[in-house]
């Protein structure tokens, strides 16, 4: 049977030269780059390599690139970094409603700690309500965060409007980035975007699993979460993992130069499968932005009167691996919040299913993937709705 993987938002199959590069720094690089000698100066070699290239991407200074374990220890460091360095200052925090769980579970517990959080709310295709984030910032603001693309629905904020909205509503309130879904994919400019901290995974776009980043501004400071030998520059301890920072330098360069192109392919696959899927299947519905907005790579849709779990399966079944709702929260029996922030009634909440797009998709696997769905969405309402869904 053939396998056809439509999860690249969950998580990217490495390039092969980014699976080069982790085994040859591996067996080469294995020096500790903190070694005075020359094999930590060869490892120590890389991470300046892939921070200088990362500092070009982001357009920021390699010395505010720090490197941690995946997106969600670089939004917890963030967050609970800058929290613990001015909580003295200001005490209110403010985020969105459509938030990586890394991000709002984080919030959750500095409630508990005192902080004062505001959510803002999102409209039906997952926008920011920017009057009602400029309403909340005051002189008490301490932090504003917001990820750039929404991992469930592929909505992208307007990271510019907001990062200069929030600088002139408060120029002391810091303004912190998820860019998981949107680094490699779009191009950021921390400077223009007046973003003090940034967030990166290097598994969403080739690269190796459990590398990330946190681009963090030289004047902005926050406190370590993990303590010990004083590596990048005390903030996070710990030796670095070389040889996946060897393999996400890989993916940058790839990403960067083929950004525009890989870009246009996945928006090619998103209008194919969604065309196919809303005329030929009946009682369907895009969750989030248009199919010509949002994220190239992420489409979303909601299939009436089937449990997405249910179609996730029958669709495995087939050979196709797809994702209901966000891949790092669906194995928990939850409702997705993102579905509830866009507001769907409760009988659409449990039934979407994310399509996410990645270099290897065709449009002849899509094709394949529209005729089983047809078959299967056909054969599961028939058995759950007594056919009254023809
Ligand atoms: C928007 C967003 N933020 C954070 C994360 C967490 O990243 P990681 O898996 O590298 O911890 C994800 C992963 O799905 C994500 O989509």
Redo the contacts with the bound molecule.
């Keep these: 049977m053939k396998e056809i993987y439509l999860d690249y938002?969950?998580?990217t199959r490495p390039l092969q030269e980014v699976a080069e590069a982790v085994a040859v720094s591996m067996i080469n690089t294995y020096g500790n780059p903190s070694s005075l000698h020359k094999k930590g100066v060869e490892a120590e070699t890389i991470l300046k390599e892939t921070s200088d290239k990362l500092s070009k991407m982001l357009g920021c200074l390699a010395d505010e690139i720090i490197y941690t374990?995946?997106?969600?220890?670089s939004?917890n460091m963030a967050i609970l970094g800058l929290c613990a360095a001015y909580k003295r200052r200001a005490h209110k925090l403010i985020t969105s409603s459509v938030e990586?769980p890394?991000?709002l579970e984080t919030f959750k517990y500095l409630q508990t700690q005192g902080f004062e959080v505001c959510i803002i709310g999102v409209d039906k295709e997952g926008m920011l309500d920017l009057e009602a984030l400029q309403k909340a910032i005051d002189k008490e603001t301490l932090l504003v965060s917001i990820?750039h693309?929404?991992?469930e629905i592929g909505t992208v904020q307007d990271i510019e409007r907001i990062g200069g909205l929030i600088k002139q509503k408060n120029k002391d309130t810091f303004f912190h980035v998820?860019a998981?879904?949107s680094f490699g994919k779009a191009p950021i400019s921390v400077k223009k975007c007046n973003i003090d901290l940034l967030?990166i995974?290097a598994?969403?776009f080739y690269g190796p699993?459990g590398v990330?980043v946190l681009y963090k501004n030289k004047d902005v400071r926050i406190n370590p979460l993990i303590y010990g030998g004083g590596q990048q520059k005390g903030i996070r301890a710990g030796t670095e993992n070389v040889p996946g920072i060897a393999g996400m330098l890989k993916a940058c360069n790839y990403a960067d130069q083929n950004m525009e192109r890989l870009n246009a392919h996945y928006r090619t696959c998103k209008m194919y499968l969604s065309d196919s899927v809303l005329e030929h299947i009946p009682d369907t519905f895009i969750n989030g932005p248009d199919k010509s907005k949002g994220a190239p790579h992420i489409l979303n849709i909601g299939f009436r009167g089937i449990k997405s779990e249910v179609l996730l399966h029958a669709l495995e079944s087939k050979g196709i691996y797809v994702s209901s709702g966000?891949?790092?929260s669906s194995n928990k029996k939850v409702k997705s919040t993102v579905l509830s922030a866009i507001g769907n009634k409760k009988e659409d909440l449990d039934n979407a299913i994310r399509f996410s797009f990645g270099m290897d998709t065709s449009l002849e696997e899509l094709s394949y993937v529209a005729d089983k769905l047809e078959e299967q969405v056909m054969l599961l309402r028939k058995y759950t709705l007594g056919g009254r869904h023809k």
Excluded at 69 to 73: H, I, L, N, V
């Design positions: 938002a969950a998580t374990s995946g997106g969600t220890e939004n990586h890394s991000v990820m693309v929404n991992n998820d998981v879904q967030s995974s598994h969403k699993r990330g966000s891949a790092c």
